[in-house]
């Protein structure tokens, strides 16, 4: 088979030799010769300090990669730290999958392994690697170990939101808030409970992009490394097979991927992330389809934030496959892995070690979980909500409507003694979504009011057009599309609306007539705050960022270009 790279390195001419002069720098003569060139698209960055470990597992990568006879080239990515990068994370997911695409497809490369974790780099990596179509492989990074404090587990993420509630509901100090800190971060790896970086990376798994039995490996395990240096050796196998994400990535990969969504309990993040991936393959994958899907499945883990444990006591327990294995029934069998081999062809010998942290499926968590995706007047395109994630007297509701313009105009007002709110309002938060913020960040999931705190309300229906942290919980209707900016209903909602949500009935509705509604136009604040970017990526993605329900990709993205070989350089 003719390699890709070749149109770089072979022949006698001028530019061959300036191809292959440039690279040697003490690599063998034959290294580009009939030799896979293998790039290792590395998301570590200090920055990004969920991922700062993986230039340790490159290196395993590339003695992989050495065995099988390729030639390793470390391929440094943007990396999008989620904790640090403002004004949130997923405005540079698009962007990152550009970049990552443009240098596959502009280097002499013939497959790539993807290295990632934090929330949005495997995300951005696969969309990446579906519209370049290079043979491609995930190795993700891993959770990091459990923390303690004070004698208990500590979820990074969920715990966050869970401490800093009781330290405005006045049962924990500010000093052992802040002590908490240093228990948190126990490790290298991401989070560790089944947020979007867990999530992300069990769902490639079940996707098929992951050599199966790998995601969920905690960051410090040995096996690890172990796997990333069979990823490597499989990096080279796979374009020898010229096994590209457009011939083992088909609809029914992405069934699998949503059934394990659903029985893992994962991230809401997950729907927007496979929306877009799918959307780069022209998989026609829509919004229902979820619904339709996940429904069906038991939650089978018991991880935090729907549940108890954390993800070194999922890897104990048996891992993916032992969850998969429980319903292998409502998976497809025909979908294929990296490696060539179906994703059942895995589940033979998978086991359950701890059926407190995987349940056997005649015992789950949840009965029916998955994400369920609701329309009405208040999302005529969709709107999301978890419902293992929320509270179950909940989801039939109806209240008055608290509306705020903007995440800032939530924190000035929120806490305000004199605020007209009670337990049984509506928290509506707008300005939140794609084109909005912009970039669609993780508020949804919005702090209750001080007052109620003290009173001892722990969840009340919020509603809103941003996203919301994997790791959080809570009554929280999200991903609402269209978005307020972009000219939803949602912005022409006024405090004291009646919001009625039923999550059975797939309903969120807005008690205002039509007529009413058609008199209203969005006030000025909320426009105020959808003033557009002047220039760079942020004008980009908001004059071509797409809405919630379709991915929230950019509409000139959508698709693949493929790996075709650009013109000479010189
Ligand atoms: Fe990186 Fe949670 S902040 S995975």
Not at 540 to 551: M, P, S
Request: with cysteine; proline share 6%.
């Amino acid at each position: 088979m003719k390699l890709r790279s070749s149109q770089w390195y072979a022949g006698q001419d001028r530019n061959a030799y300036i191809h292959r002069a440039w690279m040697r720098r003490g690599v063998p003569d034959d290294a580009f010769a009939d030799r896979p060139q293998i790039a290792i698209a590395n998301t570590a960055s200090d920055l990004t300090p969920c991922n700062a470990h993986l230039n340790e597992v490159a290196a395993s990568v590339r003695n992989g990669v050495y065995e099988a006879g390729g030639i390793p080239l470390d391929l440094p990515v943007v990396s999008l730290g989620e904790t640090n990068v403002r004004p949130t994370a997923m405005l540079w997911r698009n962007m990152a999958a550009m970049a990552t695409e443009e240098m596959l497809r502009a280097n002499p490369i013939d497959g790539v392994v993807l290295l990632g974790g934090c929330d949005k780099t495997i995300p951005s990596l696969l969309m990446a690697a579906a519209s370049v179509d290079l043979p491609a492989v995930v190795v993700p990074g891993g959770p990091m170990l459990t923390g303690t404090f004070r004698g208990r587990p500590l979820g990074c993420g969920t715990d966050v939101w869970k401490l800093s509630e009781e330290v405005r509901g006045g049962t924990l100090t500010q000093e052992d808030f802040t002590r908490s800190e240093s228990a948190m971060i126990r490790s290298r790896g991401h989070c560790n409970t089944m947020g979007t970086a867990s999530t992300m990376a069990l769902v490639a798994e079940a996707l098929g992009t992951v050599i199966p039995g790998t995601a969920g490996t905690p960051a410090p395990d040995s096996r690890l490394l172990q796997a990333a240096h069979g990823t490597g050796r499989l990096a080279v196998e796979m374009v020898g097979a010229d096994r590209r994400p457009a011939t083992f990535l088909t609809r029914a990969s992405f069934h699998n991927a949503i059934v394990a969504l659903a029985a893992v309990g994962g991230s809401t993040n997950a729907v927007v992330h496979l929306l877009a991936i799918a959307g780069r393959l022209g998989i026609d994958l829509v919004l229902d389809d979820f619904d339709r899907i996940g429904s069906r499945v038991p939650v089978l883990v018991d991880l935090q934030p729907a549940g108890r444990f954390l993800m070194e006591d999922f890897h104990r327990a048996g891992g993916l496959l032992a969850v998969l294995r429980e319903i292998r029934d409502l998976l497809d069998p025909e979908a294929l892995t990296v490696t060539g081999q179906p994703l059942v062809n895995y589940l033979e010998d998978a086991l359950i070690w701890d059926g407190e942290v995987i349940r056997p499926s005649e015992q789950p968590l949840v009965a029916h979980g998955g994400i369920a995706v609701l329309r009405g007047d208040l999302a005529p395109d969709g709107a999301l909500i978890k419902p293992a994630a929320a509270s179950p007297h909940l989801l039939k509701h109806r209240g008055r409507a608290v509306v705020f313009d903007s995440i800032e105009d939530f924190h000035a007002r929120i806490d305000d003694p004199d605020l007209d709110v009670d337990a049984n309002s509506v928290l509506v938060l707008r300005g939140c979504g794609p084109k909005g913020y912009p970039g669609m960040p993780e508020v949804s999931n919005m702090p209750l009011p001080k007052k109620l705190l003290e009173q001892g309300v722990r969840d009340m229906v919020r509603v809103c057009d941003g996203r919301m942290s994997g790791t959080a919980y809570g009554t929280v209707v999200l991903h609402v599309a269209p978005e307020a900016a972009a000219g939803g209903p949602l912005a022409l909602v006024r405090t004291g609306d009646v919001v009625s949500l039923d999550v059975a009935a797939r309903r969120i509705d807005l008690d205002v007539s039509e007529d009413e509604l058609a008199h209203r136009t969005p006030n000025k604040a909320t426009l105020d705050g959808f003033a557009a970017p002047r220039r760079g990526w942020q004008r980009l993605y908001v004059d071509h960022v797409q809405q919630a329900d379709t991915g929230a990709d950019l509409d000139f993205l959508i698709g693949s270009s493929g790996s075709d070989v650009s013109r000479e350089s010189h």
